[in-house]
């Protein structure tokens, strides 16, 4: 079976201090994990992908995330948060389990406070 | 590059009625893959198009159908319209269908069912 779980629904952080939004997947093959944002009223951005090379990937404006097997775990991180952060993320997975399955978590809603 | 357009951006449709939503793909695209998200959710897949023809499909009724056109663009169906169906439907395109491949997602057709 194959899931992705974000722990949490909703992060608030001060502009300036470290972001970190967690993720957890289940896959019974090597997934490719992903992280997308959505700004209101914008279409979904990818930030950045893992696809089973380098397991600390960099993404766009500042991000990055760690892909660790043995905790299931790909956990998005920013040294410095901005105000322009303020979105929903979303963490991915994606695999071949009995055919391509796509799974989007639910989303966490960042709240950037000046 | 005017990427992955959408139309309508807005739709309200009654119950029972029958429902087409439309995507073009961002240039150099093959491949469009439709999504529905209901408020407060991540984005479920609903189908992927592949030169012309359905290549996965998630968990959805076959209420739910589409069509992709000789130019790559696509259409979105559904019938008989319940009022769960009401959701933001997305659109994404890619080249290719392997899973590590980045997706393109358009602002979505918001869709009120009632």
């Known amino acids: 079976a194959q899931s992705v779980t974000q722990l949490d629904s909703h992060v608030s952080v001060s502009e300036g201090t470290p972001v970190l939004l967690r993720c957890n997947y289940s896959s019974s093959y090597s997934p490719s994990l992903f992280w997308y944002v959505q700004h209101p009223n914008k279409g979904l951005q990818l930030l950045l992908k893992y696809t089973s090379a380098a397991t600390l990937v960099k993404g766009i404006n500042g991000f990055e995330a760690e892909f660790k097997k043995s905790e299931t775990s790909f956990h998005l991180t920013k040294p410095s948060a901005h105000m322009s952060d303020a979105a929903e993320y979303f963490c991915?997975?994606?695999?071949?389990?009995?055919?391509?399955?796509?799974?989007f978590g639910a989303g966490t809603r960042l709240f950037v406070k000046a | 590059d005017a990427g992955v357009t959408q139309s309508p951006t807005h739709l309200i449709k009654t119950r029972g009625q029958q429902v087409t939503l439309r995507c073009s793909p961002k240039?150099?695209?093959?491949?469009v893959s439709w999504y529905q998200q209901a408020l407060g959710q991540g984005p479920q897949f609903i189908f992927q198009y592949y030169e012309e023809e359905e290549r996965q499909r998630g968990n959805f009724p076959d209420r739910f159908s589409g069509h992709q056109f000789p130019n790559y663009s696509s259409e979105l169906n559904v019938n008989a319209l319940l009022l769960g169906d009401s959701a933001l439907y997305l659109c994404?395109?890619?080249f290719g269908t392997g899973m590590n491949t980045e997706a393109f997602f358009g602002q979505g057709t918001r869709l009120t069912v009632v």
């Open positions: 991915v997975v994606s695999s071949y389990t009995g055919g391509f399955k796509t799974i």
């Open positions: 240039s150099g695209h093959d491949t």
């Open positions: 994404a395109s890619s």
